[in-house]
């Protein structure tokens, strides 16, 4: 699926400006319009253009703009609250003047639109298509042009104005369309002239002589599915700062990028106007640094950073002097050390994947350790719902993740193909990942990024333990494997202490599945630097990180690396969730 956008449409405003003057009052404003359901004797209808300001709403407000600051105006009667945000062309000028005679000096504003657009023959001016679009009527009432929007921004005090639209032009019209023999609309290879105000910076979804796509497995425009991603993270270079020049760049090129490689099209954002000074859009602190989903689960923001992953020489001669029961080979998998650049902050569960939390999404129970009859062990007296899901297989937690992405409106990750099901779940199935919002299981990397916490010894919380750090089969000196003061089971999350991001079990307790593929040589076949590594090709193993109650503390380190078949189901094996943007439970 495609969508023509007007080239030179509305962009995106999103504006932090950290050498423009601030006032300790100063707001966040959004103005967002979504078209998807027109009328088919006058257009098509679009697939995502709501989801996407939707999304870029939830966006938003994750980030710290106030919902009453947000205007949001779209045509799914079915969950919209109030019908004067029905997006017809007057209540659009309504709202958009009410919402601009709260915006002040020091102010920023974010205007967005994604519908339809046209351009009509003789006619420079380009119009954005409400729901009560009327292509007939000469004196264009029932159309939103550019011209206005940008009339109203010129006039608008707010120190910082950017906007973002995306708006087809090419044909939108419907077959049914009875405007067809009487309204002549511009080819979408039509330049766009209109100037950009001073002081007003405008991003639109392609350039002149280009379509902008739809994807399916995105469920989003691809223009605005890199707005999105790119505001959520990927789009920062590392400075904890996202600037507009990193946003632009960001969206410019993986827009290009996947248009190229997907539907072998091009599709290149084009930037208009200018601002005078540095546009900082988001700022580190003012990321959201925890939320918690539809089922009690929270979740930590764990930032995107730099780090040695893996083993060096000294790491494992250190650990022979220490335990003469660990081997060099037994590393070889570790190595050699090499860096990773993590571009994108994710959020992380702070704790694995509970009983409770799995039967309330996939409706079973699988554990062994568990009050279920059929021989399974009865922890009388225990709390077993806080207890860690264990006894699923990598299968189980993938489709875990999509039935929780879609329960929560969230693009699912895993696309399964020729799938082979027994009882206990999917055994063997091709699989896709999909790019998008869903929840899905850590990369190796980022899991041992997570656990180190910016530490550097081999556990988060030191070199050695006792048994009042993690369950695992074994104390002080670090490396026996005899049985100390481990609890001999898995035991309720969170009884121990938390690392310096808050999440807790990362060491012991079960060992958490990976979305990594297992291979014993992935290092060697690194750079010297590699951006965000995931291995998915090479066997049937998976990686599984952390240890458990059942291993010894060799086994349980940060750079450990363990494996297992993908449609195994062991006691010692649970998982816990990433979600790569915050959205926060609805009331």
């Known amino acids: 699926m495609f969508r023509a956008t007007l080239a030179a449409w509305l962009a995106l405003l999103i504006g932090y400006s950290m050498s423009a003057p601030h006032t300790a009052r100063s707001e966040n404003y959004a103005f967002l319009v979504a078209v998807g359901d027109y009328d088919v004797d006058q257009l098509k209808p679009l697939a995502y253009s709501r989801r996407d300001i939707q999304v870029f709403a939830q966006t938003l407000e994750a980030s710290g703009f106030k919902p009453e600051n947000i205007v949001l105006m779209h045509d799914d009667l079915k969950v919209l609250k109030q019908r004067r945000f029905f997006p017809e062309a007057e209540k659009i000028r309504k709202e958009f003047e009410l919402l601009l005679s709260s915006v ?19 006619d420079e001016r380009n119009y954005f298509c409400p729901a009560d679009t009327d292509l007939e009527d000469p004196d264009h009432a029932k159309l939103i042009s550019l011209k206005e929007i940008y009339d109203k921004l010129e006039q608008c005090p707010a120190d910082r104005k950017l906007l973002l639209v995306d708006a087809c ?3 939108p019209q419907s077959k049914l369309a009875k405007s067809r023999q009487t309204v002549k609309l511009n080819s979408i290879t039509r330049p766009q002239v209109e100037p950009v105000p001073k002081g007003i910076v405008a991003l639109f979804s392609c350039s002149a002589g280009q379509e902008s796509f ?52 091009v599709q290149t954002p084009q930037l208009k106007g200018e601002f005078n000074g540095t546009w900082v859009l988001r700022k580190e602190s003012n990321a959201a640094r925890a939320f ?42 570790e190595q050699p050390q090499h860096r990773v650049r993590l571009t994108r902050a994710f959020y ?67 696309k399964f193909s020729q799938v082979e099901r027994t009882s206990s779940g999917i055994v063997k199935a091709n699989l896709e990942l999909v790019a998008g919002d869903g929840y899905r299981l850590p990369t190796e990397a980022e899991w041992e990024h997570a656990c180190r916490a910016g530490t550097k010894s081999i556990f988060h919380f030191g070199d050695s333990l006792n048994g009042t750090e993690a369950n695992v089969a074994g104390s002080s000196p670090f490396g026996t494997t005899t049985k100390g003061p481990s609890l001999l089971r898995p035991t309720r999350v969170g009884t121990y202490p938390e690392n310096a991001f808050g999440l807790f079990d990362m060491h012991g307790n079960v060992s958490e599945w990976c979305e990594d593929t297992y291979d014993e040589k992935a290092y060697q076949m690194r750079g010297e630097v590699v951006s965000n590594p995931l291995v998915t090709s090479g066997s049937a193993a998976r990686v599984l990180r952390g240890g458990s109650w059942v291993a010894s503390p060799a086994d349980s380190r940060t750079k450990c690396r363990g494996w297992n078949s993908a449609a195994l189901r062991i006691y010692f094996a649970g998982f816990r969730v990433v979600a790569p943007t915050a959205k926060p439970a609805q009331p």
Not at 244 to 250: C, F, G, K, M, N
Not at 305 to 326: C, K, N, T, W, Y
Not at 374 to 403: I, T, Y
């Open 104 to 122: 002040d000096e020091g102010d920023s504003l974010i205007v967005a639109f994604s519908g339809h657009g046209v351009q009509f023959e003789k």
């Open 348 to 414: 992380m569960g702070v704790h694995e994947v509970t009983q409770a939390q799995y039967v309330a999404i996939i409706g079973t129970n699988p554990s062994y350790f568990s009050p279920s009859e059929k021989g399974s062990v009865h922890l009388d007296g225990q709390d077993h719902l806080r207890f860690p899901v264990d006894s699923v297989s990598w299968f189980n937690a993938l489709e875990f993740c999509n039935k929780l992405s879609s329960k929560e409106g969230r693009t699912p990750r895993y």
């Open 292 to 333: 918690t989903n539809s089922i009690g689960m929270t979740f930590n923001r764990i930032p995107a950073e730099e780090f040695l992953m893996g083993s060096s020489d000294a790491d494992v001669q250190a650990l022979v002097r220490a335990s003469p029961q660990f081997r060099a080979a037994h590393a070889k998998d």
């Open 169 to 171: 032009r090419n044909d």
């Open 214 to 265: 739809e994807w399916p497995e995105l469920q989003h425009g691809i223009f605005f599915h890199h707005i999105l991603s790119g505001w959520n993270g990927e789009a920062d270079t590392g400075d904890a700062e996202l600037s507009l020049d990193e946003l632009v760049a960001y969206t410019r090129k993986s827009t290009q990028t996947f248009a190229r490689l997907k539907l072998g099209r």
